[in-house]
């Protein structure tokens, strides 16, 4: 059983535009919920992180949206640029415990 | 100067051999955790030390096995690989379980032919 469904499943955008991935949730224990950024060949590396008690969290150009009563929390990549080109992948975590990652977006950001 | 290194970068073999996965991390961290990476690039969490204590051990084959002589590193060795083995295995540590970011390494592309 999938814990955190992500979509889409790959995005196509043009440079500057706003590509937006989404993830939902069902457990209402998960605290934490990171979002990580993988590039060919390489490992996962955390891109920004919030935990409930926010609705919203911003870093440069990266902002998450948190939505606790429908139980859904999505990236917004303000201003994309073909470097941003990657995989990214949204997790959730109860403190203590493993982390559930989603399943993935492949972004192509065109120049 | 790598965080979370791991060796060897690739690894191809062939079934029925035993092969072993080195991770080693150089930022103090507690705890350590193996994921596979399927084709359809889905992380899976595999195994977990907080340690050197064994703390997630997710259901995978009793061929594999990890270990952790130390803090520091978290080995995977592999017996009798299967062709659905091959994957991309990471490794991953972080300050204590969960609750804080996972540093990941460049991960092992295995191939089993």
């Known amino acids: 059983q999938q814990q955190v469904k992500q979509s889409p499943q790959s995005l196509i955008v043009q440079k500057g535009g706003i590509p937006i991935i989404n993830c939902a949730y069902e457990n209402t224990a998960f605290d934490y919920f990171p979002w990580y950024q993988q590039f060919p060949g390489k490992g996962p590396a955390l891109l920004i992180a919030?935990?409930?008690?926010?609705s919203e969290k911003k870093e440069g150009r990266f902002t998450i949206s948190f939505n606790k009563s429908a139980k859904q929390f999505s990236l917004h990549i303000m201003d994309s640029q073909p470097g941003d080109s990657a995989t990214y992948f949204c997790?959730?975590?109860?403190?203590?415990?493993?982390?559930?990652f989603g399943t993935g977006t492949s972004l192509t950001v065109i120049p | 100067d790598t965080a979370v290194s791991q060796t060897p970068k690739y690894l191809v073999t062939q079934m029925g051999n035993d092969k072993s996965i080195k991770c080693e991390q150089n930022l103090g961290h507690d705890t350590m955790y193996w994921y596979k990476q399927d084709s359809k690039k889905f992380l899976k969490i595999m195994f977990s030390?907080?340690?050197?204590?064994?703390?997630i051990n997710e259901t995978v084959p009793n061929r594999f096995s990890p270990k952790s002589p130390d803090k520091a590193h978290l080995n995977l060795h592999i017996n009798s690989l299967e062709l659905g083995d091959s994957a991309v295995y990471f490794c991953a540590s972080s300050p204590r379980p969960t609750d804080s970011p996972l540093h990941f390494g460049n991960g092992t592309r295995l191939t089993v032919t």
């Open positions: 030390y907080n340690n050197k204590e064994l703390i």
């Open positions: 919030i935990r409930p008690d926010v």
């Open positions: 997790a959730a975590s109860v403190t203590g415990n493993q982390f559930y």
